[in-house]
């Protein structure tokens, strides 16, 4: 059985920058793609960034430039890098693993943004 378990999260003020972190347990093919996405209250859970096994990444045209989102060397463990932090950034941000045709989810962390 495939776990995510996310940290990371917290609350910032604008401007300030946190790094959340995914680590996955259980059975995972080297082929997969993870990511992040995010839920903000009233609003539908839109794709933050991903990045593929072989390194290939993928941003919303809101957070390029200010998140970078990367794995860990020889780990099971995504991070995303976000910086620059704006209200609008305020979400829950869940992790994201494909993996085998399979899609898995974990439990989210909140992140939040003061003005």
């Known amino acids: 059985q495939v776990q995510l378990v996310e940290s990371g999260g917290g609350l910032v003020q604008t401007g300030g920058s946190l790094r959340l972190s995914c680590t996955a347990s259980?059975?995972?093919?080297?082929?997969?793609?993870v990511g992040w996405y995010r839920q903000a209250p009233g609003k539908q859970r839109e794709l933050v960034a991903a990045?593929?096994?072989?390194?290939?990444?993928n941003y919303a045209d809101s957070v390029k430039d200010r998140f970078t989102i990367s794995r860990g060397n020889g780990e099971n463990t995504v991070y995303l890098q976000v910086s620059s932090l704006k209200p609008d950034d305020t979400a829950v941000y869940y992790c994201y693993l494909r993996n085998g045709g399979d899609d898995y989810w974990g439990q989210g962390t909140q992140v939040t943004v003061s003005s």
């Open positions: 990045i593929s096994s072989g390194g290939h990444t």
């Open positions: 259980g059975t995972i093919f080297s082929m997969n793609v």
